[in-house]
């Protein structure tokens, strides 16, 4: 990765441009898994919070992610607290319109898994044709960058609705639900180091799995750890930190992987070369 004197300056070369995303290392995964796992449970903390209300919520969250896409979209360069906080917020958002489908327009999990599937999948392939590529290193354009974040708003609410259905639906249960998904990264992760399945199509795969992963964690910890009689299929058997515990947690563990990711890409701020070849995961 190339170096530059300053992220204020960097030097006048028009193949190479600041990428508005951050380099893709171990940091970068633990911390999405992190945020993955906060969308579930704040999402469901807040909801309690405003009167158990899901369309206030989604009101609310959704334009407090308008107003940080907005800082995201006018800043020139990869700023971690405004990025991270966008992705905090869309897991959070993409949670909430999935439980809106399935509690207030009754649409069942199966559906929303193949209509935000659709959605995500017709993305993909719109930001293909257009920008003839997928990688994450090539968002320095606001064309580039507003299909990112479309494609992750799909991906997040895709992850919540199969993760529910998995989970809940077909009464895997939430331990079994995170190694069947860590597993599947694990697999896709295999594939591009020993058998070189594509680095772009690893990524996307993987980076879709983390959300149903995250969400299996969030309610692994959050759910009660006994099950009541009338509870719905799939609730308790967890380890009873409840939703406000487990935000907390989380949000703080994001915080600290966050510094510890930017102390060691303080001097080296992600570049793209428009002339290289797209190869690397992601």
């Given at each position: 990765?190339?170096?530059?004197?300053?992220?204020?300056?960097?030097?006048?070369?028009?193949?190479?441009?600041?990428?508005?995303?951050?380099?893709?290392?171990?940091?970068?995964?633990?911390?999405?898994?992190?945020?993955?796992?906060?969308?579930?449970?704040?999402?469901?903390?807040?909801?309690?919070?405003?009167?158990?209300?899901?369309?206030?919520?989604?009101?609310?969250?959704?334009?407090?992610?308008?107003?940080?896409?907005?800082v995201q979209f006018r800043v020139r360069g990869y700023i971690p607290a405004v990025y991270w906080v966008a992705v905090?917020?869309l897991s959070v958002v993409g949670t909430l319109i999935t439980d809106n489908m399935v509690e207030n327009h009754g649409i069942t999990l199966t559906t929303s898994s193949i209509v935000f599937g659709v959605l995500m999948l017709a993305t993909?392939?719109?930001?293909?044709?257009?920008?003839?590529?997928?990688?994450?290193?090539?968002?320095?354009?606001?064309?580039?960058?507003?299909?990112?974040?479309?494609?992750?708003?799909?991906?997040?609410?895709?992850?919540?609705?199969?993760?529910?259905?998995?989970?809940?639906?077909?009464?895997?249960?939430?331990?079994?639900?995170?190694?069947?998904?860590?597993?599947?990264?694990?697999?896709?992760?295999?594939?591009?180091?020993?058998?070189?399945?594509?680095?772009?199509?690893?990524?996307?795969?993987?980076?879709?799995?983390?959300?149903?992963?995250?969400?299996?964690?969030?309610?692994?910890?959050?759910?009660?750890?006994?099950?009541?009689?009338?509870?719905?299929?799939?609730?308790?058997?967890?380890?009873?930190?409840?939703?406000?515990?487990?935000?907390?947690?989380?949000?703080?563990?994001?915080?600290?992987?966050?510094?510890?990711?930017?102390?060691?890409?303080?001097?080296?701020?992600?570049?793209?070369?428009?002339?290289?070849?797209?190869?690397?995961?992601?």
């Open positions: 990765m190339p170096e530059t004197h300053s992220l204020q300056h960097p030097p006048v070369d028009t193949r190479k441009l600041l990428s508005k995303v951050p380099e893709v290392t171990v940091y970068f995964w633990i911390i999405k898994v992190l945020c993955t796992t906060v969308g579930e449970t704040f999402a469901d903390f807040l909801n309690g919070k405003l009167g158990d209300n899901l369309n206030r919520t989604t009101i609310v969250m959704g334009s407090l992610l308008v107003i940080a896409l907005i905090v917020l993909f392939g719109i930001w293909q044709v257009s920008e003839k590529t997928l990688s994450i290193h090539s968002i320095h354009t606001a064309k580039r960058e507003a299909f990112y974040w479309t494609a992750i708003l799909f991906t997040f609410a895709l992850g919540t609705a199969t993760g529910d259905l998995i989970a809940e639906k077909y009464n895997l249960g939430y331990g079994k639900s995170v190694a069947l998904f860590a597993g599947l990264i694990a697999l896709i992760t295999l594939a591009h180091y020993k058998f070189r399945l594509n680095a772009i199509l690893a990524f996307w795969m993987a980076y879709v799995l983390t959300r149903p992963l995250g969400a299996s964690i969030g309610d692994l910890m959050s759910q009660p750890r006994q099950i009541a009689e009338d509870a719905d299929p799939g609730t308790g058997k967890g380890f009873g930190l409840g939703t406000t515990g487990t935000s907390i947690v989380f949000l703080s563990l994001i915080l600290i992987v966050v510094v510890i990711m930017t102390q060691q890409q303080r001097r080296k701020p992600v570049l793209i070369d428009e002339a290289a070849p797209v190869g690397q995961l992601g």
